[in-house]
């Protein structure tokens, strides 16, 4: 009688609940052992200080959402800096003197990033045998001006400033 009731007390699976609770806790743990998560938090290994990362093509689409960038209404992202110039039409501009942008450039001492010609070493009348006048200096200068609003030239307002200078040889 005492077996029967220690045979009632058991579940009728009997001794394989044990064993396969064992079974599920040996699946669980040899599963999740290569995992470097914890309670769900990811470590994201970081490159080494100062050393870049190359960039892959999936990389680069993992933040792009799809929307196209609308330019339109900009006059710098929508242009080149070749194309800005030409409607500027600074070539046109300096060509009423009858100079060209380089003989122009080497009139007026323009560098890439500064005047090497100082103001001192103009006049009135050599500005008019090299065909300049108060108009067409003010044309060019404003025509800079312009140019230097709509790109990141360095030199657009220099240049601006010198032939706006330079005009005031002629008086007002």
């Known amino acids: 009688m005492l077996n029967a009731a220690k045979n009632k007390s ?8 044990p064993l396969a609770l064992r079974v599920l806790l040996l699946l669980v743990v040899a599963l999740c052992l290569g ?10 290994p ?4 100062g050393v870049f990362e190359s960039v892959t093509p999936s990389s680069i689409w993992e933040n792009y959402d799809g ?4 330019a339109s209404d900009s006059l710098l992202a929508a242009k080149t ?11 046109g501009r ?4 009858g100079m060209t942008t380089r003989q122009a450039g080497e ?9 090497t010609k100082p103001l001192s070493s103009f006049s009135r009348e050599s500005l008019g045998t090299a065909g300049w006048t108060r108009e067409k200096l003010l044309d060019v200068a404003q025509g800079y001006r312009k140019l230097a609003e709509v790109t990141p030239n360095k030199s657009a307002p220099l240049r601006a400033e ?3 200078n330079l005009a005031n040889l002629f008086g007002k």
């Open 10 to 17: 058991r579940s009728p699976a009997g001794p394989l609940v």
């Open 35 to 44: 995992q470097t998560r914890v309670w769900g938090f990811g470590v994201t």
């Open 46 to 49: 970081q490159p080494a200080s």
């Open 67 to 70: 929307c196209p960038y609308d």
């Open 81 to 91: 800096t070749g194309e800005i110039v030409k409607d500027v039409g600074l070539a």
């Open 94 to 97: 300096i060509g009423q003197s």
């Open 107 to 115: 009139f007026f001492g323009w560098g890439s990033k500064e005047i």
């Open 162 to 164: 010198q032939l706006e």
